[in-house]
């Protein structure tokens, strides 16, 4: 058995104006395979040329063979549009081709440099197999005299991040390119590249294409690390000159974490003259409740998070105060409850539409988003009308017990979500 060749296609992150093509072998081997039927397999699926002088050339063919048990056609032949101009292909491989089991068919590919500096290239072989999207890839460098009378160095050399939150922005990490050579280094390609290339952002460079770095000078790049997902982000600055025997490679990492927002308390209190519960995460009421400035209410010890500020998923928590002979409070994480509870009572006064954030549950089925938990809202069904919130089951079924009836979405009666 022969491993699949995963060929992924990564263009070159624009730091210039350069036009270039980076293709990354992951698996490499010549041969795919389809469980049954017509196989496409490759005497080579990359071409590396290495430094040849401008002016002169090099040819390199590879064989393409139906290698199944079953006929198959190509269905598109085509050069990729970002292969260099120092590459020529002729192939007998066409589109519409259909090579019976046992055939072949060749790919050239001429290499023939007129200016120095690195190029590549690639040629699709699109067909009706079941690995359907082969690419053949081609590597060369153009080289002169002059090749090889600079070389580069990088202070530092890696760029390694600290740990970044997704969407937000790192300081900047500076990073010279220094030229070690006796001669001077005139910039033709300053490019970002790698599964992490727009994680990472320059600006302010000093080192410009077309631009020379004297022997034994150097010029500034600023890098910054604005991560976009979640986990280890690697990209890669490449930097060529004609002066350079090699392409000069700087690896860049940074590591992305998540924005963790932070929770407050839902503190619940109850006042046994009234039979009646309340609750609050806003310091002012927390501090005169405990303090005694409203008579009669004590903590239950029962609380459940909330965000004290908008978070991804949540909704705004509205609070109305039911005044006397009410006196109590009401609660909803919907703004279409609470807008319908300001029209159909406008004797509540509508005391803020946020005191905490909170995630609402599927109204459909109740059930919460992953990594919180339910809360149940319990109406006493007394003219006193008051609610008791809570995310134990045990609670919830006690109330209940007392007469208390569930509100909230889906079989559970769910009508909110809180962090856990």
């Known amino acids: 058995m022969f491993s699949t060749p995963k060929i992924i296609l990564r263009p070159f992150c624009c730091l210039s104006s350069v036009v270039s093509l980076a293709l990354l072998l992951v698996a490499g081997s010549a041969v795919t395979e389809a469980v049954a039927g017509g196989r496409i397999c490759t005497s080579a699926d990359t071409f590396m040329f290495g430094n040849r002088s401008v002016g002169s050339s090099a040819t390199a063919t590879a064989t393409v063979t139906n290698c199944g048990d079953a006929p198959w056609s190509f269905t598109d032949v085509s050069v990729h549009p970002a292969t260099g101009p120092a590459f020529e292909v002729s192939t007998t491989c066409t589109t519409g081709l259909t090579l019976a089991p046992g055939a072949t068919c060749t790919v050239s590919v001429r290499f023939a440099p007129s200016t120095p500096g690195q190029t590549s290239g690639g040629l699709w072989l699109h067909n009706t197999t079941t690995t359907p999207d082969q690419l053949i890839t081609f590597y060369g460098r153009g080289v002169d005299t002059q090749t090889g009378s600079a070389s580069l160095a990088f202070v530092p050399a890696s ?39 727009y994680d990472f952002v320059v600006r302010n460079s000093t080192c410009q294409i077309g631009a020379a770095i004297a022997a034994g000078d150097s010029c500034q790049m600023w890098f910054y690390f604005r991560p ?8 890669n600055l490449v930097v060529d000159s004609p002066q350079l025997a090699s392409l000069a490679i700087m690896q860049i990492s940074g590591v992305a974490t998540t924005i963790t927002a932070p929770t407050v308390d839902v503190i619940e209190f109850y006042n046994a003259a009234m039979d009646h519960y309340f609750m609050s995460s806003l310091l002012p009421d927390i501090e005169a409740l405990d303090s005694g400035h409203f008579p009669g209410w004590v903590r239950t010890g029962h609380s459940f998070k909330a965000y004290p500020q908008p978070a991804t998923g949540t909704s705004p928590v509205c609070r109305f105060y039911m005044p006397a002979p009410l006196d109590s409070h009401f609660y909803s994480a919907s703004t279409a409850e609470c807008s319908a509870v300001a029209a159909k009572y406008p004797t509540f006064i509508f005391e803020a539409p946020d005191v905490f954030h909170i995630s609402l549950p599927d109204t ?44 909230g979405y889906g079989p559970n009666a769910t009508i909110m979500c809180a962090p856990q």
């Open 159 to 197: 760029a390694d991040f600290a740990a970044q939150a997704v969407g937000t922005q790192s300081m900047p990490l500076t990073v010279e390119l220094h030229n070690l050579g006796p001669a001077a280094l005139v910039l033709s390609a300053l490019v970002l590249n790698g599964p992490g290339a």
């Open 228 to 235: 976009l997902v979640e986990g280890t982000r690697r990209a």
């Open 364 to 407: 459909a089925t109740g059930a919460c988003p992953s990594a919180t938990v339910p809360v149940f809202r319990l109406f006493n069904n007394r003219a006193d009308a008051n609610h008791r919130y809570t995310t134990d089951l045990q609670i919830k079924a006690q109330m209940i017990g007392q007469g208390y009836t569930a509100e």
